[in-house]
């Protein structure tokens, strides 16, 4: 079956970095797009990243320019590196597997919760 476990958070000052990961289990990996959103208390789920099986990324504006999407398709895992972290970057952060061919998202890992704050 489908898993994918999160791991790396943790409370961080602002400015400071985290790097998350992701192990994926159960699908061909390397064929996927897979994706971090986060989700901040009392709001919605947000796109953080996306990567896909042949590297291309893309990312929302809010984290453009100081978070990273990558992936080691031979350790099926993706990682999300953050660096300039903000108060605002507070959230739950969650792995997620894209539906092929262009659908969205359909596993979710348990999330990992990123604190930034002094």
């Known amino acids: 079956q489908v898993q994918l476990v999160e791991s790396g958070g943790g409370l961080v000052q602002p400015g400071g970095s985290l790097r998350l990961s992701c192990a994926a289990s159960?699908?061909?990996?390397?064929?996927?797009?897979m994706a971090w959103y986060r989700q901040a208390p009392g709001k919605q789920r947000e796109l953080v990243a996306t990567i896909t099986g042949g590297f291309s990324t893309n990312y929302a504006d809010s984290t453009k320019g100081r978070f990273t999407i990558s992936r080691d398709n031979a350790k099926n895992t993706v990682y999300l590196q953050m660096n300039s972290l903000k108060p605002e970057d507070t959230a739950v952060y969650y792995c997620t597997r894209y539906r092929l061919p262009h659908g969205g998202p359909d596993y979710w890992g348990q999330g990992t919760q990123v604190t930034v704050s002094s």
């Open positions: 159960g699908f061909t990996f390397s064929v996927y797009v």
